[in-house]
């Protein structure tokens, strides 16, 4: 990780969960790191605590993954700060406890506009400044899940990771295509114990997931975060499937 010292790096979803442990290793590596959200306040609290310790440094913003107008301003926000970005790990996500024929079409596209369209314009936003500041190393990291191999009880948050495992090679090959060395990364975790079934499925029911089955923690993600990062760059490690042990 020594080369990543000093670089910038963008993390969305960067307040809680899996997010906030990426925040915390990338930091530990010297890096700076513009972890956006929506609540500013969690951001702030982490950067309180991280700009205190680590090498590297915080750099809190607040952005709505589903308005690109606000997107777009963080990325410009970044290039009048640092000029360059050089590696984009989009983390954000959702899922809602949605059925297709019994569905609400809102919760169906706010899943789609958080976890598949704000990708999107984070990777396109993320490689137009890698390419503004000439750098040809960097690296953009989309968190996928393993029901985007294998659709679960969940259908529309699995399509949405499918389509994030689509979207991740389509970039790959996109930037092939250019002789970019960008390289793209699609890291797909099982279960993973933070908030997110929480928020998906309700509180009691989302602490019964993590206690009737095997999990991650948040920081397992980030060490895989890492040693992606840590490969030299003439590897790209395209896909990575990390689940506990003991899942079925």
């Not at 060490?223 to 990575?240: D, E, F, G, R």
Request: proline share 2%.
């Amino acid at each position: 990780m020594e080369r990543w010292n000093g670089k910038v790096a963008i993390v969305t979803g960067g307040s809680v969960g899996i997010g906030k442990a990426i925040v915390q290793k990338l930091v530990e590596h010297g890096m700076k790191v513009v972890s956006c959200a929506r609540n500013l306040e969690q951001l702030n609290e982490i950067a309180l605590e991280l700009n205190s310790k680590g090498s590297g440094e915080v750099f809190p913003y607040r952005c709505d993954l589903t308005k690109e107008e606000e997107v777009l301003k963080m990325f410009d926000f970044i290039r009048q700060k640092f000029g360059v970005v050089h590696a984009c790990i989009n983390n954000a996500g959702i899922a809602k406890n949605t059925r297709i024929l019994t569905g609400n079409t809102q919760d169906w596209k706010q899943i789609f506009n958080v976890n598949v369209i704000g990708m999107c314009i984070c990777m396109r936003e993320a490689v137009k400044l890698m390419k503004h500041g000439g750098v040809d190393d960097g690296h953009i990291i989309n968190i996928g899940s393993v029901v985007g191999y294998k659709v679960g009880d969940k259908p529309l948050y699995s399509a949405s990771k499918f389509a994030v495992r689509a979207l991740t090679e389509g970039l790959r090959m996109e930037l092939n295509a250019e002789k970019s060395h960008i390289r793209s990364t699609l890291l797909a975790p099982g279960l993973v114990s933070t908030e997110f079934a929480k928020r998906a499925c309700g509180e009691e029911q989302g602490k019964r997931i993590y206690r009737t089955n095997p999990c991650l923690n948040a920081e397992d993600v980030a060490n895989t975060i890492v040693h992606v990062l840590s490969a030299p760059s003439h590897v790209n490690v395209n896909k990575m499937i990390v689940t506990p042990t003991e899942q079925k």
